[in-house]
Antibody
Framework: EVQLVESGGGLVEPGGSLRLSCEAS????????MNWVRQAPGKGLEWVSY????????YYADSVKGRFTISRDNAKNSLFLQMNNLRDEDTAVYYC??????????WGQGTVVTVSP | QSALTQPPSASGSRGQSVTISCTGT?????????VSWFQQHPGKAPKLMIY???ERPSGVPDRFSGSKSGNTASLTVSGLQPEDEADYYC??????????FGGGTKLTVL
């Protein structure tokens, strides 16, 4: 079964840092580009970051550029998102998402990040 | 990276058809044939329903169809079923390895 499982979410104060992880299984992870997509409480989806299968090509939404860093470890079938200088508006469910022909075809269950004093 | 425009709500009776629009610009929807549609039930992760404007992933009922004209893409759900009641989001590739989503449409099956 193709599966993505996120972890690492939690409560953090403004200005703090958090590192999200995503473990992939059921497919050849190194053959796919990957993304992080987030959803603030009661709001819509927002694309956050993309990493292609051959690092270090990485791309970011303007809202997180300079604060977030996406990376991957193909040997461990894992995707990461290092989030620094977190703001209130970063509070969201963060989804790990597989890219397939410029579409987001497989989603994890999400991990919750809450930024609050 | 401005969001695509979707109507906040849509509705239809069981068995009827409903169409949800998604309007962007020449830099996203109008510039690429990489529009996708996602279904999201409360508390669940989004599910890909349409990709590349008109293509359906395996397992998605053929009641779901997509189209595009200029800067506006559309999702049509035919033969509405109670399980189709959900939030629907469009997305488009926007160039330079960036993507943009619509604000979402809440579909109610009457």
């Amino acid at each position: 079964e193709v599966q993505l499982v996120e972890s690492g979410g939690g409560l953090v104060e403004p200005g703090g840092s958090l590192r999200l992880s995503c473990e992939a299984s059921g497919f050849t992870f190194r053959s796919y580009s990957m993304n992080w997509v987030r959803q603030a409480p009661g709001k819509g989806l927002e694309w956050v970051s993309y990493i292609n299968m051959n690092t270090p090509s990485t791309y970011y939404a303007d809202s997180v550029k300079g604060r977030f860093t996406i990376s991957r470890d193909n040997a461990k079938n894992s995707l990461f998102l290092q989030m620094n200088n977190l703001r209130d508006e970063d509070t969201a469910v963060y989804y790990c998402v597989r890219d397939w022909t410029w579409a987001f075809d497989v989603w994890g269950q999400g991990t919750v990040v809450t930024v609050s004093p | 990276q401005s969001a695509l425009t979707q109507p906040p709500s849509a509705s239809g009776s069981r068995g009827q058809s409903v169409t949800i629009s998604c309007t962007g610009t020449n830099s996203d929807v109008g510039g690429y044939n990489y529009v996708s549609w996602f279904q999201q039930h409360p508390g669940k992760a989004p599910k890909l329903m349409i990709y590349a404007v008109t293509e359906r992933p395996s397992g998605v009922p053929d009641r779901f169809s997509g189209s595009k004209s200029g800067n506006t893409a559309s999702l049509t759900v035919s033969g509405l079923q109670p399980e189709d009641e959900a939030d629907y989001y469009c997305s488009s590739y926007a160039g330079s390895f960036t993507w943009v989503f619509g604000g979402g449409t809440k579909l109610t099956v009457l």
